[in-house]
């Protein structure tokens, strides 16, 4: 099956500072990448919606000055926490499709704890 | 707008019991229905899914169908494995490549 990767894994970085995630498509193109977070014992929410050369959409209450999405290939989104509060500290999820199907890959996600 | 409603957990079970997970839907239109699974310390994976009333989704011995009279998509198992403990999401899609809308995820704990 198609495989999704997430860079970091893990990643703790004091407040204040920006932290950059990456998701990768591996072996397929994907026209569509979802951004989501987790919060612990809670459900995913969707953050924003990725389309590769084009802008963002992202879902009311998400700051899209803080969290800033790319997707300037076919496989590759970047999700950058600027300015990072220990409140940002979460569980971090992307998915890639290839549009025009139903079927989403997710990535393995990316905790990221604030100090 | 859409939603996902599931049972909550922890559900707890002895191994070759029968597991049901039950989810309920809220959408306009004819959306497609998932059920995701989640191990430790890992991401989320495509157990089964079904796209129109009726149809059946089935993977590993478990199995869900989509009911349109009763917005349901209940996830079931026959005699379920300690190594199907984890965390299992119920969503929706409700068009094609489309973000999914997840309920809130039930764990469930299998013993031996």
């Known amino acids: 099956g198609a495989v999704v990767s997430q860079h970091p894994s893990r990643v703790i970085c004091k407040s204040g500072t920006s932290v950059k995630i990456e998701c990768r498509s591996l072996d397929f193109q994907a026209t569509t990448m979802f951004w989501y977070r987790q919060f612990p014992k809670q459900s995913l929410m969707l953050m924003a919606t990725?389309?590769?050369?084009?802008?963002?959409?992202?879902e009311q209450g998400v700051e899209k000055d803080k969290f800033l999405i790319n997707h300037a290939s076919l496989t590759l989104s970047t999700l950058t926490v600027t300015s990072a509060h220990p409140e940002d500290s979460s569980f971090y999820i992307c998915?890639?499709?290839?549009?025009?199907?139903?079927?989403?890959?997710f990535g393995p996600g990316t905790r990221l704890t604030v100090l | 707008g859409n939603s996902v409603t599931q049972m909550e957990g922890p559900v707890t079970l002895s191994e070759e019991a029968f597991l049901t997970i039950n989810c309920t839907y809220t959408a306009t239109g004819y959306p497609s229905l998932f059920w995701y699974v989640q191990y430790p310390g890992e991401g989320l994976q495509l157990l089964l899914k079904a796209t129109k009333a009726d149809d059946k989704g089935s993977n590993k011995g478990f199995e869900a169908t989509y009911r349109k009279e009763t917005t349901s998509f209940h996830l079931e198992k026959g005699s379920v494995q300690v190594s199907d403990s984890a965390v299992y999401f119920c969503a929706l899609e409700e068009q094609a490549g489309t973000a999914l809308i997840f309920g809130k995820g039930t764990t469930l704990s299998v013993s031996s």
């Open positions: 990725s389309n590769e050369g084009s802008k963002a959409t992202y």
């Open positions: 998915s890639a499709t290839t549009g025009g199907t139903d079927t989403q890959y």
